[in-house]
């Protein structure tokens, strides 16, 4: 009697011990635990029969009974019981009725208690990546702070330990030309969670332009507050990027507040790009204004509209080469910012 309790006890502690380890609630074990258990049943017993599981965590208790219909003559053995043998169990059933029978699980061939072990701890894996999946969801468009694990010198892909698992952070989405060492820190910008069951279980990213948005967001405390507001981002992860702002209030200068006291903001933001560009533009909703800021540190003569989403600009022959940028990336910036299409001329 002793060894059953024992045995009981070491069943609902272990559900315990996964919440509370592993963050896998008990409930979710149970649901997994109850399918297992029905899957032995029907390797044992046929894929049609009826079972219900039921679970007793007060008295540490899991029972298995099996549905039976009873009947006249039988004709699915597998769901129906005689009336003679269910009066055999008890003198109460009747004819019509579904009754259920308790089966003792030790019964269970080793083949059908294997499949449910195997069932079992599937789902643990499962639940396991459950608890990362939200929390990783929590995070999401978010910054995380991570450690190197390891970094592959065959693909450049960097593993980090990011508080709530591993997770990679492809070479792809790395800043180009930045180099990664063991337990070095680093700031990741939480793209997507994978919701399915497999695939790598969040896509993290240093490359995207949702991280620029983040970091002015951490270090720039009106834009915390509020007061600062950013109106658009757009960037080429480790060459430039650009910084559309406004401020809600007229006593504050959105680009000043952006760049801090002798440039205190702004640099601790680009050292954490590796040293990438990045221009802040005062946005305006007259959209001449806010192409010609765009198109900085070139000096814009004129921005004339020339239709939807489409304008064409004048600048200086002297700032020509500076307004498109080399291989043309200052114009294509701006035109992802405003998202207008620019067409630069020399006056």
């Given at each position: 009697?002793?060894?059953?309790?024992?045995?009981?006890?070491s069943?609902?502690?272990?559900?315990e011990?996964l919440?509370?380890?592993?963050?896998?609630?008990?409930?979710?074990?149970?649901?997994k635990?109850?399918?297992?258990?029905?899957?032995?049943?029907h390797?044992?017993?046929?894929?049609?029969?009826?079972?219900?599981?039921?679970?007793?965590?007060?008295?540490d208790?899991?029972?298995?009974?099996?549905?039976?219909?009873v009947?006249?003559?039988?004709?699915?053995?597998?769901?129906?019981?005689s009336?003679?043998?269910?009066?055999?169990?008890?003198?109460?059933?009747?004819?019509?009725?579904?009754?259920?029978?308790?089966?003792k699980?030790?019964n269970?061939?080793?083949?059908?208690?294997?499949?449910?072990?195997?069932?079992?701890?599937?789902?643990?894996?499962?639940?396991?990546?459950?608890v990362?999946?939200?929390?990783?969801?929590?995070?999401?468009?978010?910054i995380?702070?991570?450690?190197?694990?390891?970094v592959?010198?065959?693909?450049?892909n960097?593993?980090?330990?990011?508080?709530?698992?591993?997770?990679?952070?492809?070479?792809?989405?790395?800043i180009?030309?930045?180099?990664?060492?063991v337990?070095d820190?680093v700031?990741?910008?939480?793209?997507?969670?994978?919701?399915?069951?497999r695939?790598?279980?969040?896509?993290?990213s240093?490359?995207?332009?949702?991280?620029?948005r983040?970091?002015?967001?951490?270090e720039?405390?009106?834009?915390?507050?509020?007061?600062?507001?950013?109106?658009?981002?757009?960037?080429e992860?480790?060459?430039?990027?650009?910084v559309?702002?406004y401020s809600r209030?007229?006593?504050?200068?959105?680009?000043?507040?952006?760049?801090?006291?002798?440039?205190?903001?702004i640099s601790?933001?680009?050292?954490?790009?590796?040293g990438?560009?990045?221009?802040?533009?005062?946005?305006s909703?007259?959209?001449?204004?806010?192409?010609?800021?765009?198109?900085?540190?070139?000096r814009?003569?004129?921005?004339?509209?020339?239709?939807?989403?489409a304008?064409?600009?004048?600048?200086?022959?002297?700032?020509?080469?500076?307004a498109?940028?080399r291989?043309?990336?200052?114009?294509r910036?701006?035109?992802?910012l405003?998202?207008?299409k620019?067409?630069i001329?020399?006056?």
């Open positions: 009697m002793a060894t059953k309790k024992s045995s009981k006890e069943f609902v502690n272990a559900l011990l919440e509370k380890e592993k963050g896998i609630p008990k409930e979710y074990m149970i649901e635990i109850e399918a297992a258990l029905v899957s032995a049943y390797k044992e017993y046929g894929t049609n029969a009826n079972v219900r599981i039921e679970f007793n965590l007060e008295k208790d899991v029972r298995v009974f099996r549905q039976m219909l009947v006249e003559e039988v004709a699915d053995p597998e769901n129906e019981i009336l003679a043998d269910a009066k055999a169990l008890s003198r109460r059933h009747t004819l019509g009725q579904t009754i259920e029978i308790k089966v699980t030790e269970f061939r080793r083949l059908s208690a294997a499949a449910a072990k195997s069932v079992i701890i599937q789902s643990i894996r499962e639940g396991e990546r459950k990362m999946q939200d929390a990783y969801e929590s995070q999401r468009e978010e995380i702070t991570a450690t190197v694990s390891k592959d010198p065959v693909n450049g960097v593993v980090l330990d990011t508080g709530t698992g591993r997770a990679v952070l492809l070479k792809s989405e790395q180009p030309g930045e180099e990664f060492y337990d820190r700031k990741v910008f939480v793209m997507e969670v994978n919701k399915e069951a695939g790598p279980l969040v896509t993290l240093r490359s995207h332009a949702g991280l620029v983040r970091l002015f967001e951490l720039v405390p009106e834009i915390a507050d509020g007061v600062v507001m950013i109106k658009g981002v757009s960037r992860a480790g060459v430039r990027s650009k559309a702002v209030d007229e006593d504050v200068d959105p680009v000043g507040a952006c760049i801090g006291n002798r440039g205190m903001r601790g933001i680009v050292d954490e790009l590796r990438e560009k990045i221009d802040i533009i005062p946005y909703e007259q959209p001449e204004e806010y192409i010609a800021s765009a198109l900085a540190p070139a814009v003569l004129s921005v004339e509209l020339t239709g939807e989403r304008c064409r600009v004048l600048v200086a022959p002297d700032q020509l080469s500076l498109i940028g291989e043309g990336l200052n114009a910036l701006a035109a992802r405003t998202g207008f620019i067409d001329k020399a006056e």
